[in-house]
C-alpha cells in the first residue's frame, strides 16, 4: 500500500488530525440528548400554572433538578461544538480564530456554570 502524501507532509507530520470523528459524534449524540429533554421541559412547563411558588417547588423536585441541570450542561456544551465548527469553517485569520474560540468556549462555560448554579440555588433554597 503507498502513502499518498508527499514526502514535505510525511516529514512535518502533517495530515489528518484523527479529531473530526470525534466531535462530530459529539455533536449528534448531544443534538439527539436535547430532543427528549426539551421535550420534557416544554411539557413541564406547559402543564405547570404562571405562579413563582409553583414553578419553585417543581424545580425543588429531584427529578426536576436533575434533568433542568443536565439539559443546561448539555445545551451549552453543544452550543459550544456547533459555535466551535463554525468558527473553524469560517475565520481564516488564525490569531482572529484562536481568540474567538477561546471566547466561545468561556462564554459557553460561564453561562452554563450560572445556570447550573441557579437552578442548584432554587433547588436547594430553604
Not at 38 to 60: D, I, M, N, R, Y
Not at 81 to 104: A, C, F, K, M, P
Amino acid at each position: 500500500m503507498s502513502d499518498l502524501r508527499t514526502p514535505l507532509s510525511r516529514a512535518k507530520g502533517l495530515g489528518s488530525a484523527k479529531d473530526g470523528t470525534h466531535h462530530f459524534w459529539h455533536q449528534r449524540l448531544t443534538a439527539l440528548l436535547l430532543i427528549p429533554l426539551v421535550l420534557w421541559l416544554g411539557f413541564s412547563l406547559a402543564a405547570l400554572p404562571v405562579e413563582h411558588a409553583t414553578f419553585v417547588a417543581w424545580v425543588q423536585q429531584p427529578l426536576a433538578t436533575m434533568l433542568l441541570t443536565l439539559l443546561i450542561i448539555v445545551t451549552f456544551y453543544h452550543a459550544q461544538l456547533g459555535l466551535q465548527v463554525i468558527i473553524e469553517d469560517y475565520v481564516s485569520n488564525h490569531g482572529r480564530r484562536t481568540l474567538l474560540l477561546l471566547l466561545s468556549n468561556l462564554v459557553c462555560l460561564v453561562f452554563g456554570f450560572v445556570g447550573v448554579i441557579a437552578v442548584l440555588k432554587i433547588a436547594f433554597e430553604a
